[in-house]
Structures are given as C-alpha cells and as structure tokens.
C-alpha cells in the first residue's frame, strides 16, 4: 500500500506563501490522480487542487491564480505553493490519491496545518 507524507504547513502572515510537500512511498506515475485536500475547522473537507498523471489539473475555485499544484518525477513528491495567502485558508491540508482515477480517493497522508494571521 503506497503511503503519503505531507511536510511544509505552518504559520504564516496572511498575504504570505507556503509551499507543501507530499512524499510518495512508491512512484508517484502510478498513481492516476493526486491532490490536495483541506479541512477547517468545524468545516467539510473540500478538494483544493488535482493532478492527474497526463498532468491535467482542477482548482477550486477559491484557490485559482493563487495556489499551483505540480510534481517532481523523480522525487515521487507532489507540491502545492500556496502564495496570496489568506486567513480563510487556514485548515489542515491533506495529501491524497485515487489511484485508478475511478474517483476513489483512498489514499490520504495524515494532514499538515496551515494557519493564515491577519
């Protein structure tokens, strides 16, 4: 079972960016889609950005012109910079694939908090 690792939440100053990291155990071109998701508190988990593997992405549409989702290959790692911050996007990202692009989302890292200060 391929396993994900997220890295790189924080606190930052709203305007502010941050850059996340998910580490893949396998290869992450196995994998059909990646994403990241978040959840705030008291709040539903929402999707926030996707990868596939051909490289097609989708935003949410609070997050479009601000956040990038991309990949580095070779370090089976996925990233997510997070620039313009704002207080809103405070929540603990997750880390997730579905690995047969069936919409089955059943890989999930363990999360890493991001908080925006105004």
């Known amino acids: 079972q391929v396993q994900l690792a997220e890295s790189g939440g924080g606190l930052v100053q709203a305007g502010g960016s941050l850059r996340l990291s998910c580490t893949v155990s396998?290869?992450?071109?196995?994998?059909?889609?990646t994403g990241w998701y978040r959840q705030a508190p008291g709040k539903q988990r929402e999707m926030v950005a996707r990868?596939?593997?051909?490289?097609?992405?989708r935003y949410a549409d609070s997050v479009k012109g601000r956040f990038i989702i991309s990949r580095d290959n070779e370090k089976n790692t996925l990233y997510l910079q997070m620039n313009t911050l704002k207080p809103e996007d405070t929540a603990v990202y997750y880390c997730?694939?579905?690995?047969?692009?069936?919409?089955?989302?059943?890989?999930w890292g363990q999360g890493t908090p991001v908080t925006v200060s105004s």
């Open positions: 997730a694939a579905d690995p047969n692009g069936q919409n089955r989302w059943n890989v």
């Open positions: 396998g290869r992450i071109l196995e994998l059909s889609v």
């Open positions: 990868l596939t593997v051909g490289e097609t992405t």
